[in-house]
């Protein structure tokens, strides 16, 4: 069973700016395990190889100008290669929501941070969309990954009701559901947690994520306001 606080429900605020950027970009608490795809580190050394392939090919007056393209389409690899792992589905997303929680324990598989709040609330933070899903009033399974299951499993929710109190903000938009919610479980990276009951949803806007331990805070309230947390 998910449990909820609704007295302690996992949230710091009222940090200084100074200390948010000391621990930004390294958690408090270390991940149980913290897993990546390699395939966006291959991308550039492929595209690379490719190119100098084609290089060999051409005819050696047209070699200035290939060159030049070569160099161009390694540096943009380079350049997208590097967005990729520094903005978009990150650990350092997950580690700067991670910081601005009293965490039980979490981990990170793929652009997912799988947290555990106080009064065991389990969390979800998908880096990818700027989304936080927060499972409440339900129960939790947990079964391994078989050998057959080549693709990396991900979040997957499947929501068979909507409830009242929905909100939409500046800052951040919530939807109450009930439903099933599939991801990635907290203890082991090859096994998946399944999750029944209610689900509440928040979409982080830019402004949100700009501050957000400051939005944290204001999900928070906005959560013990209503009576399903």
Aim: glycine share 4%; charged share 25%; hydrophobic share 40%.
């Amino acid at each position: 069973m998910v449990k909820t606080d609704t007295n302690n429900a996992g949230w710091k605020g009222g940090k200084s700016k100074n200390k948010l950027k000391v621990q930004r970009y390294a958690p408090k608490i270390e991940p149980k395990y913290k897993k990546e795809s390699p395939s966006s580190k291959y991308v550039p050394i492929l595209l690379a190889a490719l190119s100098g392939f084609m290089l060999v090919l051409q005819p050696i007056s047209n070699k200035n100008t290939i060159l030049a393209i070569l160099a161009t389409i390694i540096a943009l690899t380079l350049f997208l290669a590097n967005i990729k792992l520094s903005s978009g589905g990150i650990y350092i997303k997950a580690v700067e929501l991670v910081n601005s929680l009293d965490v039980v324990s979490w981990a990170y598989n793929n652009g997912l941070a799988i947290i555990m709040l106080p009064g065991e609330q389990l969390v979800l933070y998908d880096t990818m969309r700027d989304e936080l899903y927060f499972l409440v009033k339900g129960s939790v399974q947990e079964f391994m990954i078989t050998k057959e299951q080549k693709k990396i499993y991900k979040l997957s929710v499947i929501a068979r009701s909507s409830l009242p109190h929905n909100i939409n903000s500046k800052e951040f938009k919530i939807e109450i559901i009930e439903g099933v919610v599939e991801a990635p479980s907290i203890n082991n990276e090859k096994a998946v947690m399944r999750y029944t009951g209610t689900i509440i949803k928040a979409d982080l806007k830019t402004r949100c994520l700009i501050k957000l331990s400051d939005c944290a805070k204001k999900i928070t309230d906005f959560l013990r306001n209503t009576y399903y947390v």
